[in-house]
């Protein structure tokens, strides 16, 4: 095996990290403004770093736990891969610290981003944009030096260990999306229900005690959480092309070769004829090319900043990082392989285009300019019923396109190269995420940056410019959204492409009973998932409620706006109970595999693709749903339809609180529970074989 | 093959027919009251009689072509089997005929219960029971009779025959629930929406022209609908285990009988030991003893009047109906197997169990007494948004308890009975569908005996009484819809089992990329049918909507109460716009596992079990969030939490409003789809294999 490439693989990750810092020293050079900017922006930082010294509480104890079971599980009874624990710690720790890097640049921007577009427009998109770019050059670059690194470390022979780098990340991303989901309906339910409603003060009122854990939240929900997500999917596909490679190499070594290694090799790789070692080197050189892309898109978005629109400066972004790929790709496989194995590029391809269909789907879907989400406003002339009904079937039609589309990206790909095809063509719609990352990013750093001109005080164009920003980061979260599923339902499909072929087991067969409980069992998980999320958004948002009418009650003059509220307390308490809340479903998505596998492995097998499955059409519905019923609301708040203040604005208010938690904490759970319950199963393997 | 004994179930089948006809005779016999009530009554049963001769129309073209395509796919393609055009008239025919008799039965009843509940409520009880009990009896009657009757004509050699007889049964199936769930949620919203909150007239106001499309629109859909979904279920349930047997004897018969023989009969009965000619007459007899045991707990309603509450005497119907199956079917086995075969015993009770177990957690999720509606109820005091959430989180949690007990019920019937088992526990979910149906249609039949009391304006206690009916009938009624859909997935897996046995693939294994494809496609089904069916309301009520604003517009003196509104219109209208609507999803689902049998046949396995899985999942959520919801606002209209008129009760309408079209036209439409699909696949397997 040709370990410098391994090494080009870490410097490439190397190089996106110094983009990253580079970009970093630039925003840190940028005006903070005035005095008043700072301080709010200062204290959504404090909250958001509260949440997360919390969070590291808890979780350093399940990290700890939980590398104490996987050493246990090598050592003491042999069942675990070595170098497992170490692993572990290692996608825990990176996802982490690219979590941790990510809210604090955002929540820096922030305030910069508020500030910059009071001098112009491009300003304003530059800085948020800049926050977005570290974001994603972080994400991929660890991601990439990560995997790299560890594979490196513990050679071919312990490919195994990589399934526990995946599941650190997972369980990271568990606590982002889930933890993080739970913190901030909890604390948007909590400042609007007594703030907006109770108390009658406008949104982002500096009076209002949870206005800053509600603008903390939408930084650990939208940032954090998706740069986690992300981040595992990252490496999950790149984890499971390389194990499906030494996989094949495995069987490629077998002597005597029988007619059924032929067929198992014709399953692993199609009518690819790779050696082992190129298999699995080849993802880490195509997602150093990946980055390289990436680098390009960020660059681009930089330099269209003249006479452009902000959407469709963001929009080429994603364009050109994806053409840089399609380009790159080619001399690459071409150079590495010795001549051009045109499959593996359709593999990677079909990826790709899916993961842009999917995202212009989304936003066909629940973008306020397009019908489905015209049609939900318009429902709510006739009251808030019917705005459910609508959007609730929107969400439900939404869920075609993007299935279809993973459909023809798993038929076409396992055609030309087998399941070692379908983790490719994960990672092809993966590949350029330091580009889709950054512009997902810029989303609710806008949206921050347009609550600060509110809170600080700031002028009609501060205000105006940062809606727009604002306008724009709306899109592309929706976009983005839908890329986070789709690309976690690839990655999900590719991890589940490895536990079948080193499962051993020859068969998932749908006509046994035990492989039919086992579908049904999985396809439930989504559903009780989904169901303890929204209940826990409840129960958070009430201690809020609480908390916030205390101070209103026991602060004197807080309404007068002569005292200040006691915002850190709101932060603490939401912080404390999403971290309570999440305790319950973590362990169910944990136990329930290693259950379903303890009893039958086949039985395991229908498991996990009956919550893929319905994990996959459950989380486009509630994103889908809950974006469009987000931008009806904007629609008609936009004077349509009678505008704000209408009976139409209350009913199309009903729909935006319903589709909240769908679409920010139960819906992008969803991605992590089936990610993490393959990833599981692969750890624990050896246990049930 | 022992014909006496298909003759014997024939005798059975007339019987219970003939026991449906003494109570008809007996009910018409009861006085119809003065005739202001007879006069509302017949408007009803005339909606109803239009509404059926216009499907009818429809359905009678629908009928002719796929018998005119079997026929060319039996005599020009020998692709379909022989006779296959008979049974599917056959099928069709019977299951119109007895919802035809349902809803005739149904609309007499509702103005004699009104009448008899003034005299006393055990009289108003009997009344409308009298009406459940002649569809109970008539709707498995029927069925027995046909499924003998077809046998008896086919023979053995044909018995893939049967199969469209079940397809026929679908057809219509598909009419009654998902044309009667267009229709009666239509007329529903269209006579709230202008009567009640723009005309400001209370409900079942007489001056309503859509008040009698709303009444006509119970029957067309709880009546028509939920017998004709039971008696798709209940000759499904049959067939499979009859042709599970036939395939058995081909096994059997096989010379030389190779270890894969053996392997093959494992799977298709476990290790029970009987002839194939055992297997074929078993289902036939056991649904014998359903029957009598069915008459057994309807006299048990009969004979428990005195003194108990209208609840007891209902649900003591169920519990006599299963304990007198428990204790009859033993003897039945010993005396036709020769010897107690406790493996076929325990398969059948598994699904009798399973069955009632769904009843009551669907009771338990549904019903205004307990914590999950209370909580829904209580949220309404924070607004609509959280009542939607709450309910919305019921819904998904609803779901574990029916499946893991349908898997629990897979895993032992297939243990001790291999795929023949799980027919026979769908079976015996369904052997006492005499008297659980009768129990069912009850409760729409005093929902209407209620409207009537209103709408005659009878005194003070006869609304008093009618309402303690209808309460007693929601309840029922839940349960009812539980079972409803716990049956169809039973009898849905039972026609997979099926499809696995007499397909001749050998697996349909899931780590191949087509059964994945297939699967996906399959869950994606249910979400995309119940988003057109969903709409498909929307678009039926904004005709009916129309045409009351016409009315109150244009007939002089109508508000006023001088002039009668013009109510077969809104009927006319409701029919023919729910029957355009479900043209485009019933093609879909015909056509969508032609296709996909058409690709791949392996493919195909994997839709089904993907529709199937996600169908059931999506049932029961809509199912019960609905139920939930319209209790909770009962809950609140029962005088709680600030009762009629507060904050809280308008919350509360909104989520059942949105409870609607989930819980009575997309929902148990679902249950059609799983098995329509599977059987569809049956009928033309030859055209793939």
């Known amino acids: 095996m040709d370990v410098n490439l391994i090494y080009l693989a870490i410097m490439t990750g190397l190089l996106a990290i110094i983009g990253a810092v580079t970009i970093a020293i630039w925003l840190a050079g940028r005006s903070s403004g005035p005095k008043k900017i700072q301080e709010i922006s200062k204290e959504i930082q404090k909250g958001a770093v509260t949440f997360l010294n919390k969070e590291y509480e808890v979780l350093i104890i399940f990290v700890v736990v939980i590398m104490m079971i996987l050493m246990i599980g090598e050592t003491h009874y042999g069942k675990i891969e070595q170098y497992s624990w170490i692993a572990f710690g290692m996608g825990a720790l990176l996802s982490a610290l690219a979590g941790n890097i990510g809210m604090r640049v955002a929540t820096m921007a922030n305030g910069k981003t508020t500030y910059a577009a009071e001098r112009s427009l491009m300003h304003g998109l530059q800085t948020a944009f800049s926050s977005g770019a570290i974001m994603g050059l972080t994400v991929s670059g660890l991601g990439l030096l990560g995997v790299a690194t560890m594979f490196l470390l513990v050679g071919e022979s312990h490919i195994e260990a990589l399934y526990a780098f995946g599941f650190g990340a997972s369980s990271i991303a568990l606590f982002a999306r889930l933890g993080g989901g739970i913190y901030t ?49 990252y490496v999950d596909a790149i984890i499971a092309a390389m194990a499906l490679g030494a996989a094949m190499a495995v069987v490629k070594a077998r002597q005597p070769f029988t007619p059924e290694d032929d067929d198992m090799l014709v399953r692993l790789m199609g009518d690819v004829s790779i050696t082992g070692d190129q298999a699995m080197i080849l993802p880490l050189l195509l997602t150093s090319v990946g980055i390289l892309s990436s680098i390009v898109g960020i660059l681009a978005v930089y330099g269209l900043k003249g006479g452009k629109s902000p959407r469709t400066a963001l929009l080429s972004g994603t364009v050109v990082g994806a053409i840089m790929m399609g380009l790159l790709s080619i001399p690459v496989i071409t150079m590495y392989i010795g001549e051009f194995v ?160 080193v499962s051993g087991i020859d068969h998932i067969d749908l006509a046994e009973a035990n492989v039919t409980v086992g579908l049904f069992l999985g396809a439930l998980m989504p559903f009780i998932f989904s169901a303890m999320a929204m209940n826990s958004v409840g129960k958070a948002a009430m201690s809020i409620v609480d908390e916030v009418r205390r101070q209103f009650r026991e602060i004197p003059g807080l309404m007068e706006g002569k005292a200040k509220p006691d915002t850190e307390r709101c932060v603490a308490i939401a912080t404390k109970s999403s971290l309570r809340e999440m305790v319950l479903p973590t362990i169910i998505v944990i136990v329930m595999p290693l259950a379903i596998g303890y009893w039958s492995l086949e039985a395991l097998g229908g498991f996990l693709a009956g919550s893929l499955v319905s994990g996959l059409l459950l989380a486009i519905f509630m994103s889908n749903a809950g974006g469009a019923w987000d931008n009806a609301k904007k629609y008609v708040e936009a004077g349509n339809l009678g505008g704000k203040g209408s009976d139409a604005h209350k009913a199309a208010v009903v729909g935006d609180t319903v589709g909240d938690p769908l679409k920010d904490t139960a819906g992008p759970s969803l991605n992590i529970l089936i990610k993490l319950m393959s990833i599981v199963a692969l750890v624990f393997l050896p246990f049930f074989v």
Do not use: W
């Open 185 to 233: 309906k909890a604390a948007d339910v909590g400042a609007d229900l007594v703030g907006k409603i109770e108390a009658g003060i406008p949104e982002d009122d500096p009076r209002n005690p949870a206005g800053i854990a509600d603008n903390v939240g939408d930084n650990v929900g939208d940032v954090a959480g998706m740069g986690a997500d992300l981040f595992e999917s």
């Open 342 to 501: 045109s499959e593996l590029y359709i593999a990677l391809m079909a990826g790709l285009l899916a993961g842009m269909a999917i995202g212009f789907s989304t936003d066909y879907f629940t973008s306020e300019e397009r019908s489905p989400t015209k049609h939900i406003a318009k429902s709510a002339t006739t009251g808030a019923g019917t705005v459910i009904i609508s959007g609730f079937a929107v969400g439900l039609l939404s869920t075609a396109i993007p299935v279809v589309v993973i459909c023809i990206a798993i038929l076409i790909s396992f055609e030309v190269a087998g399941l070692y095809g379908i983790a490719l063509a994960a990672m092809g719609m993966l590949s350029t995420l330091g580009v889709t990352l950054a512009i997902d990013t810029y989303g609710p750093v806008a949206d921050n940056a347009q609550g600060i001109a509110e809170m600080a005080g700031r002028g009609k164009v501060a205000r105006q410019r940062t809606e727009e920003l604002d306008a724009v980061g709306n899109t592309t979260a929706a976009i983005g959204k839908g890329f986070a599923i789709g690309s976690a339902a690839l990655a999900a499909l590719a991890l589940y492409s490895t536990f079948q072929s």
